[in-house]
């Protein structure tokens, strides 16, 4: 009704139009839970459309004054319900899970990706059996260094050390120059009393990095055990 009104309009028009048209060709590959923010831009945009179109009604008080209530509670409701959707993390993680092991049959790289994002969520609230079994899922499709090297961690983490040493070996063999990857199978196999395989990792590790201080005291360690060992034999020998 107003010139100033048409001027505001027809700028805010303009900045929600891209985003408007872009919409039909967005797909958000991981569903809301997680790419949510594929439109945030376009509800922002709406937004401020709407809340001029808002402003401008509620102008003439004497009709539409209570509106504003309407109004009020129309916006709060869905923020409040978002809110408590997004902050539930046991529904949240399951409606992940079921996301991706649900029909339909999710392209492998999606399942990669989601598996993955299980993954993360689950390892920082130190849920590492269920860590571990999403980081193994994702190694399925995507079984790239980084996700190899904390499916290891999570298996630790869980006390699979026999897993870990699997992931760690699968993950040595994408990049042998992973020194963390060197590192951490002679970790687990130490912990596997896996000795010979412990001392070839560290031995590798300290080869690749002279100054790494873990390798050598894994090393010191081994050396200490093999001590002990030949000791022990040599005493059951003179019985």
């Known amino acids: 009704r107003r010139k100033a009104g048409g001027r505001e309009a027809l700028v805010l028009a303009t900045l929600a139009l891209p985003f408007v048209l872009v919409m039909a060709?967005?797909?958000?590959?991981?569903?809301?839970?997680?790419?949510?923010?594929?439109?945030?831009?376009t509800g922002?945009?709406?937004?401020?459309?709407?809340?001029?179109?808002?402003?401008?009604?509620?102008?003439?008080?004497?009709?539409f004054a209570w509106l504003a209530v309407a109004v009020t509670i129309g916006v709060?409701?869905?923020?409040?319900?978002?809110?408590?959707?997004?902050?539930?993390?046991?529904?949240?993680?399951?409606?992940?899970?079921?996301?991706?092991?649900?029909p339909p049959v999710r392209p492998p790289a999606q399942r990669g990706t989601t598996w993955d994002y299980l993954g993360i969520r689950s390892y920082r609230?130190?849920?590492?059996?269920?860590?571990?079994?999403?980081?193994?899922?994702?190694?399925?499709?995507?079984?790239?260094?980084?996700?190899?090297?904390?499916?290891?961690?999570?298996?630790?983490?869980a006390g699979d050390d026999a897993t870990a040493r699997l992931a760690y070996l699968r993950l040595l063999e994408k990049?042998?120059?992973?020194?963390?990857?060197?590192?951490?199978?002679?970790?687990?196999?130490?912990?596997?009393?896996d000795v010979p395989e412990a001392k070839r990792a560290a031995t590798e590790l300290a080869r690749r990095d002279p100054g790494n201080a873990d390798s050598r005291e894994i090393l010191d360690e081994i050396a200490r055990y093999e001590a002990f060992q030949a000791d022990s034999a040599g005493r059951?020998?003179?019985r």
């Open 25 to 41: 060709f967005i797909h958000p590959a991981q569903g809301l839970f997680r790419d949510w923010d594929d439109f945030a831009a």
């Open 44 to 63: 922002v945009a709406l937004s401020l459309v709407a809340a001029w179109l808002v402003g401008e009604t509620l102008r003439d008080t004497r009709r």
């Open 76 to 102: 709060a409701v869905p923020a409040i319900q978002w809110l408590a959707v997004h902050t539930d993390t046991v529904r949240g993680l399951a409606r992940v899970r079921a996301f991706v092991t649900g």
């Open 125 to 157: 609230l130190e849920r590492f059996p269920e860590a571990q079994e999403a980081f193994a899922r994702a190694a399925e499709t995507s079984p790239s260094p980084r996700i190899l090297h904390e499916w290891a961690l999570a298996s630790a983490m």
């Open 175 to 193: 990049d042998p120059a992973n020194n963390l990857g060197w590192l951490g199978l002679a970790t687990a196999s130490m912990r596997l009393r």
């Open 236 to 238: 059951a020998r003179s």
